[in-house]
């Protein structure tokens, strides 16, 4: 079944660490660019990160540049994202997306998964 | 990085048509034919509607179709039908391969 599923969220304090993971799986996932997009409750969609095919390149939003990282591992056809000096702002649902083979757009998009920043 | 202008909520009774636009600047939506539109079901991911301005993806139905004009991206749905009631983002390419998305648009099916 071509699928992703994301993990790794919870409730976190202003400032610490967590770190998001996207499980692929029904596809070749090293020949595929993932993003990370976010949506904040009751909000919009807002595009976090993406990451090239092979991990090489990688582009943030301003909103998280510098705090956020994304990483893939291919051998485990998995995606990350470690999420540092987290803020209130930052809380939402977490979602991975595949760029489609005809780029700039996403074809596939996980679950999500919810992030709570809050003390 | 502003998000793209959408209006907040549209709504249209079965059968009818209705227009969605979203509106960039020249440096995102005017720039590049790089614009896309997701569906949104309340509490579920969302679904690629419409790539590359106009293009449907296989499965999608005929009834949903894109255009753009300048800086303003346009999704209309015609025959409008009670399970297009959803949340819709327009979303574009911007420079350094970054992404932009709309604020989204409620669909109202009356």
């Known amino acids: 079944q071509v699928q992703l599923v994301e993990s790794g969220g919870g409730v976190v304090q202003p400032g610490r660490s967590l770190r998001l993971s996207c499980a692929a799986s029904?596809?070749?996932?090293?020949?595929?660019?993932i993003h990370w997009v976010r949506q904040a409750p009751g909000k919009g969609l807002e595009w976090v990160a993406l990451?090239?095919?092979?991990?090489?390149?990688?582009y943030y939003a301003d909103s998280v540049k510098g705090r956020f990282t994304i990483s893939r591992d291919n051998s485990k056809n998995t995606l990350y994202l470690q999420m540092n000096s987290l803020r209130g702002d930052d809380t939402a649902v977490y979602f991975c997306?595949?760029?489609?083979?005809?780029?700039?757009?996403?074809?596939?998009w996980g679950q999500g998964t919810l992030v709570t920043v809050s003390s | 990085q502003s998000a793209l202008t959408q209006p907040r909520s549209v709504s249209g009774s079965p059968g009818q048509s209705v227009t969605i636009s979203c509106t960039g600047t020249?440096?995102?939506?005017?720039?590049?034919?790089?614009v896309s539109w997701y569906q949104q079901h309340p509490g579920k991911a969302p679904k690629l509607m419409i790539h590359?301005?106009?293009k449907r993806p296989s499965g999608v139905p005929d009834r949903f179709s894109g255009s753009k004009s300048g800086n303003t991206a346009s999704l209309t749905i015609s025959g409008l039908q009670a399970e297009d009631e959803a949340d819709y983002y327009c979303?574009?390419?911007?420079?350094?391969?970054?992404?932009?998305f709309g604020g989204g648009t409620k669909v109202t099916v009356l």
């Open positions: 029904g596809f070749s996932f090293s020949g595929y660019a």
């Open positions: 979303c574009s390419y911007a420079p350094s391969h970054t992404w932009v």
């Open positions: 997306a595949r760029e489609s083979s005809s780029w700039y757009d996403a074809d596939l």
């Open positions: 990451i090239s095919y092979d991990g090489t390149n990688k």
């Open positions: 020249s440096s995102d939506v005017g720039g590049y034919n790089y």
């Open positions: 590359d301005v106009s």
